[in-house]
């Protein structure tokens, strides 16, 4: 074992007198990444596809909203989570007839202005050409 002239300042700080005290010192201080989800396996591999499928077409539908919906705004350059967390994660009332969806966004929605916005830019015939 090294004596304690190893320890940098840092971990003479924190109270680190040996290898396993700076291991375990290295384990507590490590937190996962919030934009990265932990991947998870079905039993099948049917299952395992559809999740890929699913990725992938929630990826696209980011993408699309940001490249086509959101240019000039001020997320334009928005992070996934960043776009989920301030468009997509929105309580509202859903009522489907024959015909439409009616969306009923709540009056205290703070990005009310910048969805609809970006919502009339899909709908624009020329949007994605």
Request: glycine share 6%.
């Amino acid at each position: 074992m090294r004596d304690s002239g190893w320890l940098t300042p840092k971990r003479q700080r924190l109270g680190c007198n040996s290898d396993y005290d700076t291991l375990s010192l290295v384990g507590s201080y490590e937190e996962p990444n919030p934009g990265v989800q932990t991947v998870r396996l079905a039993h099948t591999f049917r299952g395992n596809a559809l999740r890929l499928w699913f990725a992938i077409a929630a990826q696209l539908l980011t993408v699309t909203i940001r490249n086509v919906g959101l240019v000039g705004t001020e997320l334009a350059r928005a992070q996934a989570g960043t776009l989920r967390n301030k468009l997509f994660k929105v309580g509202a009332i859903v009522s489907i007839s024959v015909r439409r969806i009616h969306v009923c966004l709540s009056s205290a929605f703070p990005c009310k202005q910048l969805l609809v916005q970006a919502l009339a830019r899909l709908r624009a015939p020329d949007a994605m050409t």
